[in-house]
């Protein structure tokens, strides 16, 4: 029986044959709606290992008593040539993304770079096994709305365009801002090219833009230095 796009509950039955209960639908159903969006960030299969177990086998596999796999809550799961750590990390930052693309707070366990990770949709709780172990350190999640080459490209094109301090700029860094662009190059150009005109004008160029090339004041106030440019001229 189809769950969502990529899970059957019969991956989700228990090791010792007994079928998900009927009464514990919901929770299993709700599982594989989580973990459907793990699956599809990774874009990769995502094995589950035990997900529901009997009060019996959970006992006989040294399971916590009352643990969420007796409620079909929780699933102890791997990836396709993903590492413990890089599932424990996609999780994390799954969780913190929220809303409709992201997964429900819930119990997360790492059992190591050897074992599965455990993931539950019950109380929040963290924990490794054994106890100590070190914690994957997850990087920074990539921002998701980089601006493309091709609206890079138009931009550095504008910039071809702009002579100074002008209109063209101010749309630029609203732009910028708006995109709340990265890359690197592009922000040293419009860091050099504020810099330069700020000293030509005699003010500092952390006003608007800081070291990275982030837009630290507000839109009315880019007007009001640009109006300030425009009566020296
Ligand atoms: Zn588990």
Not at 86 to 99: M, Q, T
Not at 160 to 182: A, I, S, T, Y
């Amino acid at each position: 029986m189809r769950l969502t796009e990529d899970f059957d509950r019969e991956e989700f039955d228990c090791k010792d044959g007994t079928v998900v209960p009927s009464e514990l639908m919901l929770n299993v159903t709700v599982l594989a709606e989580n973990l459907q969006k793990l699956r599809d960030y990774l874009d990769r299969p995502v094995r589950v290992n035990s997900a529901y177990r009997t009060p019996t086998h959970n006992e006989n596999v040294g399971g916590v008593d009352g643990s969420y796999h007796t409620y079909a809550m929780a699933a102890d799961i791997s990836a396709q040539d993903t590492t413990p750590e890089e599932v424990y990390c996609a999780i994390k930052h799954l969780i913190a993304r929220g809303g409709t693309d992201g997964m429900q707070d819930g119990g997360l366990g790492y059992y190591g770079p050897d074992g599965h990770i455990h993931y539950d949709i019950g109380n929040v709780r963290r924990w490794t096994k054994p106890v100590g172990l070190a914690v994957p350190v997850c990087p920074l999640p990539e921002e998701e709305d980089e601006v493309t080459q091709e609206e890079l490209d138009k931009l550095n094109a504008r910039l071809d365009e702009v002579e100074g301090f002008n209109e063209g700029l101010v749309v630029l860094l609203r732009q910028l801002k708006e995109k709340r662009e990265k890359e690197q190059a592009f922000h040293d150009r419009i860091g050099a090219l504020m810099g330069g005109i700020y000293t030509g004008h005699n003010m500092h160029s952390e006003i608007i833009v800081n070291h990275e090339g982030r837009i630290v004041k507000q839109d009315e106030e880019l007007d009001e230095v640009q109006a300030l440019l425009e009566e020296e001229e």
